[in-house]
């Protein structure tokens, strides 16, 4: 069929439709970004242009929303009822076009009037083209003198940066998450044979980087052959931890890896030669993780077990354990994060763990290396959990990372010698994801 006008408004009406339906699903229902996308029927339905549109606004909507409310609420004579959160949607829908996507004012405007046909809205439909025409007018304007770092932080995660790492490092980390990430990829083999094979930049640590917006992986060279897997570069600095991975640190010994999915560090480890025992409790996840593993050609014995009571046939080598955070340090590919995690769950996941990083110990034959890792960036799933972990556990003892240690990410350790990146770190080459990480020893 050859394609007109009004068949290209059609296709671009049904993924605003699918991306309406996908923040309600987010900010109403309290469905991570992630499980909204794959449960969603609708975007499979709709081409990969649109589909990367509707992916697109939404994220777009994530990541800019205290800078979107605020420039609508700035055209509003008197308060969005609350039972009207519906209109809300749609205008936010609108503005995060006008003010961030550089879509035609008319094309933001008509088709935002047309997600709001129907009963319910029909009497709205005069406010939405009078905030939305003014916000095509008035808008860039309204942006440049807003303060995007802090109108898109909420304030539990703003003044938790604040205490945590002074304002402005928050201010860093809250302009790092702005942005869409760029692609990182760990190899199997040669690091930089696939950097020239995919121009792709070569990072410390041998991650390869590719510029965001890459589209599908599944089509870069390499996938197929199961030459790399995709890592942001923060998520493989823990399993570094344990000894270089490029040489003999871990081939022949026996690591068991925790909480294993999605499976970066289970295959990071076995493609460096050791026995990995990846412990996983979702059998979705696992099963994810299977067949990746397959695609790399890579071997694992996979668990399907709680790690916080599972027992391994005897005592390893070492653990690894990246245990469920909050995940603000993921804000960047996350940006849900921000709007569904509050202090209160903070606080749930520092007892979960607890249980565990103490069941962990007990996995760790003398002498052995117990790693903990999160990609959160507060201080009660990080350090605070490793305080209160050698306050009352003498059966281990932390070993200290020195600069040294990770070339090319000194920043990355503490005073402490623990592995804390910042989404501010590496800002020049495109950021990092959060991550913190200890390094134990077993006594």
């Not at 700035?74 to 829908?93: E, S, T």
């Not at 202090?343 to 760790?364: K, P, W, Y």
């Not at 903990?372 to 009352?392: D, F, K, M, N, T």
Request: hydrophobic letters at 45%; aromatic letters at 4%.
């Amino acid at each position: 069929m050859t394609e007109t006008p009004k068949n290209r408004d059609v296709r671009g009406l049904n993924a605003r439709k699918t991306a309406l339906a996908l923040l309600r699903a987010v900010l109403e229902n309290g469905r991570p970004l992630d499980d909204a996308l794959a449960g969603n029927p609708h975007m499979a339905k709709l081409d990969p242009r649109d589909r990367a549109f509707a992916r697109l606004l939404l994220v777009t909507v994530l990541r800019r929303l205290g800078q979107i409310d605020a420039a609508i609420d700035h055209c509003l004579d008197r308060p969005i009822r609350a039972k009207d959160v519906m209109l809300r949607h749609i205008l936010r829908l609108g503005a995060a076009q006008l003010l961030f996507l550089e879509t035609p004012p008319h094309a933001a405007v008509s088709t935002s009037l047309d997600l709001a046909k129907g009963p319910r809205l029909a009497g709205q439909r005069g406010l939405l083209n009078a905030v939305l025409r003014r916000l095509s007018r008035e808008g860039a304007a309204l942006v440049a003198g807003q303060d995007a770092a802090r109108l898109n932080t909420p304030d539990w995660l703003w003044d938790s940066w604040c205490t945590a790492y002074g304002e402005a490092t928050a201010r860093a980390i809250a302009e790092a998450q702005q942005g869409e990430p760029p692609l990182d990829l760990s190899c199997k083999g040669d690091a930089a044979v696939w950097a020239e094979k995919l121009g792709a930049g070569l990072l410390p640590g041998g991650s390869l980087r590719l510029p965001a917006g890459q589209g599908d992986v599944t089509r870069l060279a390499g996938y197929a052959e199961g030459a790399w897997w995709v890592q942001d570069a923060a998520a493989a600095l823990p399993a570094r931890l344990l000894g270089p991975l490029s040489s003999e640190g871990v081939k022949g010994k026996q690591v068991i890896d925790l909480c294993a999915a999605p499976g970066g560090k289970t295959a990071q480890l076995a493609a460096a030669g050791a026995e990995v025992i990846a412990v996983e409790r979702s059998v979705e996840r696992l099963q994810r993780l299977q067949e990746n593993l397959d695609r790399l050609q890579l071997g694992a014995a996979l668990v399907e077990a709680d790690a916080a009571s599972w027992q391994p046939p005897a005592p390893a080598d070492a653990v690894l354990l990246d245990a469920p955070c909050s995940a603000t340090g993921t804000l960047r590919r996350h940006p849900d994060i921000a709007w569904l995690k509050d202090r209160a769950q903070v606080d749930a996941l520092t007892a979960a763990q607890d249980r565990l990083l103490a069941h962990a110990v007990g996995m760790v034959k003398p002498g052995g290396l117990l790693i903990y890792a999160v990609c959160s960036l507060q201080p009660e799933e990080g350090p605070q959990r490793i305080h209160a972990l050698l306050s009352s556990d003498d059966r281990v003892e932390r070993l200290p990372l020195a600069p040294s240690d990770l070339p090319g990410f000194e920043d990355c350790v503490t005073p402490e010698g623990d592995l804390r990146s910042l989404p501010c770190h590496l800002s020049d080459q495109g950021g990092l994801d959060g991550f913190y990480a200890c390094r134990l020893r077993r006594k």
